[in-house]
């Protein structure tokens, strides 16, 4: 059994997929992102997993991707912005290193509210982002050994924030 050298967590748009790949390049290690792994598994969009069965069942599936992405990668690991909604996966994240991508709902909104592919956010994106944060923001700081705010800063930026913040600049 292996684990990632950094997971990340944080809430839809914050940038978790962008970041990941750029650290992954970074450290020179593989970059892996659960979101892909089920729509590769599943074969169709996360939207039409939504649509079609619903979330608890796109929370079933989610939670068997990331335990297999959490024992079996070395390198970066991105997760869904709502992984940490499950108690199985909060105590997988506990001694892993793992940041927390931060920023406020106006950043949200920039990022993800026009974005038809989460489907989570797709009606009165600034209000269904408050109540998930209210919902998620004590899980991504409970999971967290580091975390990083992304408000205003590019992905490069946060990139370097989050190798300073895991002492990892010299990587
Ligand atoms: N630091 C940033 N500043 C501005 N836009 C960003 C930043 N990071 C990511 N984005 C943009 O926000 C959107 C969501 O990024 P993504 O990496 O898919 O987030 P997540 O995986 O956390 O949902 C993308 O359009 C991406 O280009
Ligand atoms: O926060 C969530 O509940 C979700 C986040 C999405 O991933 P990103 O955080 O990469 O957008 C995706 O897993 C799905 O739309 C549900
Ligand atoms: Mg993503």
Redesign the pocket.
């Known amino acids: 059994m292996s684990s990632p050298v950094i997971v990340?967590v944080?809430?839809?748009?914050?940038?978790?997929?962008?970041?990941?790949q750029l650290l992954a390049e970074r450290l020179g290690v593989a970059y892996r992102?659960t979101?892909d792994d089920i729509v590769t598994a599943e074969g169709r969009t996360i939207a039409d997993i939504f649509v079609d069965e619903g979330e608890p069942a796109f929370r079933a599936i989610e939670k068997r991707a990331v335990r297999a992405a959490l024992t079996e990668h070395e390198g970066v690991l991105?997760l869904?912005?709502g992984a940490v909604l499950d108690p199985d996966t909060r105590a997988l994240l506990a001694g892993q290193r793992v940041v927390y991508?931060s920023m406020d709902v106006e950043?949200a909104v920039?990022?993800?509210g026009l974005?038809a592919a989460?489907p989570l956010l797709a009606v009165n994106p600034r209000k269904q982002w408050r109540e998930l944060m209210e919902a998620r923001r004590h899980l991504y700081e409970e999971a967290a050994t580091a975390v990083v705010p992304?408000d205003g800063?590019?992905?490069e930026?946060?990139t370097e924030a989050a190798l300073n913040a895991l002492e990892l600049k010299d990587a």
């Open positions: 990340l944080g809430p839809m748009g914050v940038g978790k997929s962008t970041v990941g992102d979101d991105a869904g912005g991508l950043e920039k990022r993800t974005n989460r992304t800063r590019t992905p930026e946060v």
